[in-house]
């Protein structure tokens, strides 16, 4: 085979290869895009929204806890922010100002949304959330299906029970301090 020949065959395999990567994009589809701006009237400036929430003081009941009771108190959320909040619960924690602790994780925490005070103090709220203290929140926190938009208040219900079966262990527990922490999460 001469030069010629070589030539030939270089010459049809090139086509051949063209062929095939023309065809293999006839299927598909392929851009090729750029674009650019000026920013000739100075520098360009993006912002971002503001996330915060502040809640009421809850009061709970006085009541003495038993089993089967259950101790409501209402909170307001408010996002004083500027953009739209989801609310999550990070932490319940309860503590007692004797040593033992030990039968505290038999309450029963639970958060609501009500359309007012007085129902939630009356147990018209609807659940949103519910564990205990020695439960493990995710990492970031426990979603909620409230969503709270710039500017806007619900009224949430905090509920503290304890349940039919708490332990007599649990009597003597004196004064407890209850701290279920929210958070709000941008939407």
Excluded: F
Excluded at 92 to 112: E, F, I, K, N, Y
């Amino acid at each position: 085979m001469g030069a010629r020949g070589t030539w030939l065959v270089v010459g049809v395999v090139a086509t051949v290869v063209a062929a095939v990567v023309s065809l293999g994009e006839v299927g598909g589809s392929s851009a090729r895009l750029s674009d650019s701006a000026s920013t000739s009237d100075g520098p360009v400036v993006v912002t971002s929204g503001s996330a915060s929430l502040t809640l009421d003081a809850l009061a709970l009941p006085a009541d003495p806890l038993y089993p089967g009771l259950t101790l409501r108190g209402p909170v307001t959320a408010t996002n004083t922010g500027t953009v739209g909040l989801s609310l999550g619960v990070a932490a319940a924690t309860v503590t007692s100002v004797h040593a033992d602790t030990a039968p505290v994780p038999a309450l029963l925490l639970g958060l609501g949304t009500a359309t007012s005070a007085t129902d939630g103090r009356a147990g018209r709220a609807a659940s949103v959330w519910s564990g205990t203290a020695t439960d493990r929140p995710a990492a970031a926190s426990a979603p909620t299906s409230v969503v709270l938009a710039a500017g806007e208040s619900r009224t949430l219900c905090v509920s503290v029970a304890m349940g039919d079966d708490g332990r007599s262990t649990s009597q003597g527990l004196g004064d407890l301090a209850l701290a279920l922490r929210l958070t709000g999460t941008q939407v």
